[in-house]
């Protein structure tokens, strides 16, 4: 559409096109930005406030006090639980993206026609609820379950001595949170790989360079924004994980989440609890922002 | 955010309290019969009743009869109130009431302070003075309610704050260490909370997901009354939780869902645990050989009744809907039905199983007694024990 440099060209119906789009623009941005804004930042504001004590649904004395965080930042014992769930976020994240990459590899690189097809049992899990899924693992992994009963059938354990740790602990919570997540994972892999151009690794083959090498060289540089978005997909949700941890946590799988959930729900302590839900809020967004900005920052050096 | 429902759409996913609920099978009107019975030679002092005189309310007929109820999940229509139910005469004299849910005594408290404006709201015992602090309730008239003189007088007594009847006890339970006695053979020979901790018994040990109730136990162990709240200075709360996180080695897990727990103990993935009486009477209907044990420092037990909205509108109603609900017609039917205590003493339990006869000491006419047993009682403070468990969870 040729548009005249001249701006008193500009005819009546164009811009009555210009004022059309631009409402319908406002209209379809204005909703989510209204729904955000209701739903998530007002929210996130109350929580904030409730955290330092100038806001309550509940009458009482209200007054300005950073006691909560102070408390929070001189290791009370959330600090040990916050920790703890970063190591079992961390833990699973990088689990995940090391099994799913020769996933996404195969799918997006060799599998061929099939791959469609392939990607959609991939992700059939998804069309399980995830409290289905919990669940499922708790059969896979009990005294009673089908790797104990495993066990117990080749003669590796006896029924008195099942697998130590295998529900009701740390790895419980990081293989149940690794299983949920590996066709999460896969996606953004498969989708960065799919995008790949072939004609790099000809070209590589060409130099002379051995499989290994154009993987090295190649792929994987090429690839790491989708394993990074990956790897946050993973993170992120799983820092403040609740119900697995609720379910095959056993005693020692405590997470953050849990602790959030205990503050609102068992001592009515909603400024802890909110106190708490605000830290990790502004930890992912930190996240967000260096991961964002190491994401833009490989795109450049790529192109 | 309302969770009010017409009373025809009932069944929901159980909470953490509802399993306080409707856990416990406690089969317990033959104690409570003769504790009534024998509480009966030594008349309790009567409470005060309403301030305001029952003469002086409107005649019920000018009542709207709307009443909104705060309740537990299986408590509602038409589950008690449906044909064939408990409360089926009430509802066919005054029509449905409509209910909302609450899921643990903290919960409610929490939307009643957020908005919603029950009626009639169904705490626990150990939370009448929070309710009374709120300014939300005002005592009942007990003479709007015939039935009412033949509930358990020292639950009834124990129900009373600041010598105002502003609770009618009506169901309870027991809470005690349940144990597989194939497996589990507690120290000194003799039933003890102690069997929580026993290194012999490390990772098939269940203790309740509960800010206060591990606490109370450990104060049982260590031989002084729990809920005499001046022995919880710092030093002792801080002994308690080093206590218990030392011992959590022996814990497989902290059970927060209770068919989970029977589930574990029936597979055998824990031979002891904290439970309620129903814990107790699906487990032993499996072939799992269990016994519920009897811990001479003596049992917890709960109790959860009725308190009266301050500003209702709806008062006659309240009080017959509360009558209805501290009948032996309602007794009857929560017994074999949730397996639970009920205050009403006029109840036959000739029907009862032996085996819960003997579980539950049903003959024992004082088996509700301290020592042998313990009330709920209110917590000052419970925000100091949640914290205190947390730090127990976080270690």
């Known amino acids: 559409m040729a548009v005249d440099a001249r701006p008193v060209a500009r005819s009546a119906p164009f811009l009555r096109g210009r004022r059309r789009s631009t409402a319908t623009t406002a209209g379809l941005i204005g909703t989510p930005i209204v729904w955000l804004v209701v739903f ?179 792929t994987l540089p090429l690839s790491l924004p989708g394993v990074l978005a990956a790897f946050v997909f993973v993170f992120i949700p799983t820092l403040g994980e609740y119900f697995t941890p609720l379910l095959v946590g056993g005693t020692s799988g405590h997470m953050f989440g849990n602790s959030i959930a205990d503050a609102f729900l068992s001592s009515q302590d909603w400024q802890t609890g909110s106190m708490l839900s605000v830290f990790l809020l502004a930890t992912v967004a930190i996240l967000m922002a260096v991961f964002a900005r190491f994401l833009s920052m490989q795109r450049l050096e790529t192109e | 955010m309302s969770t009010e429902h017409d009373g025809e759409t009932t069944k929901r996913t159980l ?108 705490p626990c015992v150990s939370y009448v003075k929070d309710w009374v602090d709120l300014g939300y309730i005002q005592p009942w008239d007990t003479s709007l309610m015939p039935n009412f003189k033949d509930l358990n007088p020292s639950l009834v007594k124990n129900a009373q704050y600041e010598g105002q009847q502003y609770f009618v006890p009506l169901d309870w339970s027991f809470s005690a260490p349940m144990y597989r006695d194939d497996m589990v053979e507690p120290e000194g020979g003799e039933d003890t909370w102690a069997v929580m901790y026993d290194d012999r018994y490390s990772g098939k040990i269940s203790w309740w997901d509960s800010p206060l109730e591990n606490f109370l136990i450990w104060g049982y162990v260590q031989g002084f009354d729990p809920y005499d709240w001046d022995q919880w200075t710092d030093d002792v709360l801080g002994d308690a939780t080093s206590y218990l996180i030392e011992k959590k080695k022996n814990v497989r897990n902290f059970w927060s869902s209770e068919p989970d727990m029977i589930a574990d103990f029936k597979n055998g993935n824990i031979w002891i645990a904290y439970a309620w009486g129903n814990a107790f009477s699906q487990v032993k ?111």
């Open chain 2, 285 to 395: 209907s499996s072939d799992v050989s269990v016994v519920y044990g009897d811990p001479k420092e003596g049992r917890l037990s709960w109790n959860c009744g009725l308190v009266l909205a301050k500003d209702t509108e709806n008062y006659r109603h309240a009080h017959e809907y509360a009558n209805a609900w501290a009948s032996a017609e309602m007794a009857a039917w929560l017994i074999p039905n949730y397996a639970y205590g009920h205050t009403n003493t006029t109840v036959s339990t000739a029907d009862i199983d032996p085996a819960l006869v003997e579980a539950f000491k049903l003959d024992d006419p004082t088996a509700l007694e301290e020592p042998k047993a313990h009330i709920e009682r209110y917590a000052p403070d419970r925000r100091r024990f949640a914290r205190a468990w947390e730090e127990v969870k976080a270690a």
């Open chain 2, 15 to 122: 909470g953490r309290g509802d399993f306080l609920k409707l856990g416990a099978l406690t089969v317990g009107s033959g104690v409570l019969a003769a504790c009534g019975a024998e509480g009966a030679s030594e008349p309790e002092p009567a409470a005060q009743g309403s301030t305001e005189k029952a003469e002086e309310r409107p005649p019920i007929e000018s009542e709207p009869g709307d009443l909104n109820i705060l309740e537990w999940a299986g408590y509602e229509y038409p589950t008690l109130g449906g044909k064939g139910g408990p409360l089926q005469p009430y509802v066919d004299q005054y029509g449905k009431p409509k209910y909302a849910f609450l899921t643990s005594d903290d919960q409610a408290l929490g939307k009643v302070r957020a908005g919603v404006t029950p009626d009639i709201v169904h």
């Open chain 1, 40 to 218: 998530f930042l007002v929210p996130v504001g109350i929580a904030a406030l409730y955290s330092v004590g100038v806001f309550s649904f509940f009458p009482g004395e209200q007054r300005f006090t950073l006691t909560y965080w102070k408390d929070f930042v001189d290791g009370s014992v959330y600090l040990d639980v916050f920790w703890r769930s970063v190591k079992i976020s961390l833990l699973t994240s990088v689990i995940a993206v090391l099994l799913a990459y020769p996933l996404a590899y195969y799918l997006a690189l060799v599998a061929g026609s099939r791959k469609y097809v392939l990607l959609l049992i991939l992700i059939s899990p998804f069309f399980v609820s995830y409290f289905l899924r919990l669940f499922a693992m708790k059969v896979l992994l009990g005294d009673q379950g089908v790797v104990n009963s495993f066990a117990y059938w080749t003669g590796i354990r006896d029924p008195e001595h099942p697998i130590p740790q295998l529900i009701y602990s740390q790895f419980a919570v990081v293989t149940t949170l690794i299983v949920i997540y590996v066709p999460f994972v896969a996606l953004p892999i498969f989708a960065a790989l799919e995008n790949l151009d072939r004609r790099l690794l000809e070209a590589a083959s060409d130099l002379g360079a051995s499989r290994w090498q154009a993987f090295r060289k190649v």
